[in-house]
């Protein structure tokens, strides 16, 4: 029986509760202030103004985990206990930003805890945790195969008393936002290092400095994801102070390993409540059509979808705790082998179950009317996001095979 924690448990129900006053209503007028924002990837008054009701009620932070349960009192969740929370708002895929706990802040935030100085979380942790400002993870190059991290080419290099670097990113997520200020950037500071893995170091690169710019806005299957926006961006010569790197010149790899393993799971999380609220439209607008006179929830090919995707949401959500519960208990880093399983199966069967939801809706699924087209993008782009689903498949066979290969058994 999957029992979560009292504390838990009350924030389920109060989310719920905001959610059905504050978000599920005011869908519609999202849509509409997202359509006429101007500039485009400008933060909404209806985000805005709810950010400030969901301080109030106590649901703010909500990702915080407990070793960090000084930066948010109200949080100090456990993956696990964090897991039904962030399911409820992937049930509508701008919520998590209400509740300060949307990507890439929130991996952002964990970075900032772990391995900023003190100096560094006053200056952008505080404001980020505040929700006042936004922020930026600079890894993806386009003319590179970023899914192998050893391969970023963005130079970093020293000069006197400053970090200077040169090069480009892409698919920046939150770069386009009108409220992000910091980017943490990585690249190659030691190219000839031996040891690959110590090439890379990891910088603090404030949104304002001259010789960063914004190339333009990417989009993904169509949908620019505005207000948060995914950008091209280069970096020309951009300099900042020696003490904006983060834990030191050389470990950017060890921070990114550290950084994306929670971020895949979160991602994971939404998803499966984007696919629980595809299940349930697609339920009843079976009730609500018919065809060749009988309703669509009578056809047989139909059951089938909706049973097929009734168990393949439960076996998804269950990987998921199962691996929040061992990330719990061994760490990320000793987890990676469930984190990998989740980060591989999870947004490909929730593709998949979103896209049989649309087919129930016919032509109205693949409009902007319902939330699933969308959703469907959302799951299609986190096949990449954090790391391609073919490198996790890699790393997660040769660590099954090295652990049974040879089991006498």
Same mark, same amino acid.
């Not at 802040?105 to 505080?126: H, I, R």
């Given at each position: 029986?999957?029992?979560?924690?009292?504390?838990? +448990?009350?924030?389920?129900?109060?989310?719920?509760?905001?959610?059905?006053?504050?978000?599920?209503?005011?869908?519609?007028?999202?849509?509409?202030?997202?359509?006429?924002? %101007?500039?485009?990837?400008?933060?909404?008054?209806?985000?805005?103004?709810?950010?400030?009701?969901?301080?109030?009620?106590?649901?703010? +932070?909500?990702?915080?985990?407990?070793?960090?349960?000084?930066?948010?009192?109200?949080?100090?969740?456990?993956?696990?206990?964090?897991?039904?929370?962030?399911?409820?708002?992937?049930?509508?895929?701008?919520?998590?930003?209400?509740?300060?706990?949307?990507?890439?802040?929130?991996?952002?935030?964990?970075?900032?805890?772990?391995?900023? %100085?003190?100096?560094?979380?006053?200056?952008?942790?505080?404001?980020?945790?505040?929700?006042?400002?936004?922020?930026?993870?600079?890894?993806?190059?386009?003319?590179?195969?970023?899914?192998?991290?050893?391969?970023?080419?963005?130079?970093?290099?020293?000069?006197?008393?400053?970090?200077?670097?040169?090069?480009?990113?892409?698919?920046?997520?939150?770069?386009?936002?009108? %409220?992000?200020?910091?980017?943490?950037?990585?690249?190659?500071?030691?190219?000839?290092?031996?040891?690959?893995?110590?090439?890379?170091?990891?910088?603090?690169?404030?949104?304002?400095?001259?010789?960063?710019?914004?190339?333009?806005?990417?989009?993904?299957?169509?949908?620019?994801?505005?207000?948060?926006?995914?950008?091209?961006?280069?970096?020309?010569?951009?300099?900042?102070?020696?003490?904006?790197?983060?834990?030191?010149?050389?470990?950017?790899?060890?921070? $990114?390993?550290?950084?994306?393993?929670?971020?895949?799971?979160?991602?994971?999380?939404?998803?499966?409540?984007?696919?629980?609220?595809?299940?349930?439209?697609?339920?009843?607008?079976?009730?609500?059509?018919?065809?060749?006179?009988?309703?669509?929830?009578?056809?047989?090919?139909?059951?089938?979808?909706?049973?097929?995707?009734?168990?393949?949401?439960?076996?998804?959500?269950?990987?998921?705790?199962?691996?929040?519960?061992?990330?719990?208990?061994?760490?990320?880093?000793?987890?990676?082998?469930?984190?990998?399983?989740?980060?591989? %199966?999870?947004?490909?069967?929730?593709?998949?179950?979103?896209?049989?939801?649309?087919?129930?809706?016919? $032509?109205?699924?693949?409009?902007?009317?319902?939330?699933?087209?969308?959703?469907?993008?959302?799951?299609?782009?986190?096949?990449?996001?954090?790391?391609?689903?073919?490198?996790?498949?890699?790393?997660?066979?040769?660590?099954?095979?090295?652990?049974?290969?040879?089991?006498?058994?």
């Amino acid at each position: 029986m999957i029992e979560h924690s009292e504390k838990s +448990n009350d924030l389920k129900v109060r989310l719920a509760q905001f959610m059905g006053r504050h978000i599920y209503p005011h869908e519609g007028l999202y849509a509409q202030q997202r359509e006429a924002a %101007s500039p485009r990837f400008a933060p909404l008054p209806l985000v805005e103004e709810l950010k400030q009701l969901a301080r109030a009620e106590g649901l703010w +932070n909500l990702f915080v985990p407990p070793q960090f349960v000084e930066f948010s009192p109200v949080a100090g969740l456990s993956n696990f206990d964090y897991a039904p929370l962030a399911e409820m708002m992937g049930r509508v895929l701008w919520s998590a930003e209400v509740f300060n706990c949307n990507a890439p802040d929130s991996g952002n935030m964990e970075v900032l805890m772990k391995y900023a %100085s003190t100096a560094q979380q006053d200056q952008w942790l505080k404001p980020l945790l505040d929700g006042e400002i936004r922020s930026s993870y600079a890894m993806t190059e386009p003319q590179v195969a970023s899914s192998d991290a050893t391969n970023i080419e963005l130079r970093i290099e020293r000069d006197a008393e400053q970090w200077v670097l040169n090069g480009r990113k892409w698919f920046i997520t939150g770069a386009m936002n009108s %409220s992000t200020r910091i980017f943490i950037v990585m690249g190659k500071s030691d190219p000839d290092n031996a040891d690959r893995h110590k090439q890379q170091t990891q910088v603090l690169v404030p949104a304002d400095t001259p010789g960063l710019t914004l190339v333009r806005p990417l989009t993904t299957l169509g949908y620019d994801d505005a207000p948060l926006g995914h950008a091209e961006v280069l970096f020309d010569n951009v300099r900042v102070p020696l003490d904006h790197v983060l834990l030191g010149a050389g470990r950017g790899f060890e921070i $990114a390993q550290g950084r994306l393993g929670p971020g895949r799971m979160h991602h994971c999380m939404r998803l499966v409540g984007a696919a629980q609220r595809s299940l349930e439209l697609a339920c009843q607008r079976a009730e609500e059509r018919s065809t060749f006179g009988r309703k669509l929830s009578q056809h047989q090919s139909v059951r089938e979808d909706i049973a097929r995707s009734f168990a393949e949401i439960e076996m998804a959500r269950l990987l998921v705790l199962k691996t929040c519960r061992k990330m719990d208990e061994v760490g990320a880093q000793a987890a990676r082998d469930m984190i990998a399983a989740c980060k591989t %199966s999870v947004p490909v069967m929730v593709q998949t179950i979103i896209d049989r939801c649309m087919q129930i809706h016919g $032509a109205g699924g693949l409009s902007s009317d319902y939330f699933m087209a969308e959703a469907f993008n959302y799951a299609r782009w986190c096949r990449l996001a954090d790391g391609p689903d073919q490198v996790h498949l890699m790393a997660l066979g040769k660590q099954v095979i090295s652990r049974y290969a040879d089991d006498p058994d």
